[in-house]
């Protein structure tokens, strides 16, 4: 079992940044392929950036390519987002994900623990 809790979210105007932390606990951590995912208001869930189990592999949706980076410590059981180059359609909830492989995946139906999100608001 992994639970997880996301912080870090908030308020920041556009062409800033933000870093979010997802803190897991449980034994497996270290094994768990990671995920971050977002949800604006009115709009479904999406993909923003995956970690396999050590964090040498990752994966991002187009839409932040080159503007977050996905990082995990396993040793502090916490995953990281940095979002630099904020712009108001990167709003919304953000959701950490873990799945019961070390191997990422971009779908939200891979993972099996979820946390309960931080909000991030980006100001024009």
């Known amino acids: 079992q992994v639970q997880l809790v996301e912080s870090g979210g908030g308020l920041v105007q556009a062409g800033g940044s933000l870093r979010i932390s997802c803190a897991a606990s449980?034994?497996?951590?270290?094994?768990?392929?990671m995920g971050w995912f977002r949800q604006a208001p009115g709009k479904e869930r999406e993909f923003v950036a995956a970690s396999g189990w050590g964090g040498a592999n990752t994966y991002y949706a187009d839409s932040v390519k080159g503007r977050f980076t996905i990082s995990r410590d396993n040793a502090k059981n916490t995953m990281y987002l940095q979002m630099n180059s904020l712009s108001p359609e990167d709003t919304g909830v953000y959701y950490c994900a873990a799945r019961r492989n070390p191997s990422y995946a971009t779908y939200s139906g891979a993972y099996d623990y979820w946390g309960q999100g931080t909000q991030v608001t980006v100001s024009s």
């Open positions: 449980g034994r497996t951590f270290s094994s768990s392929a």
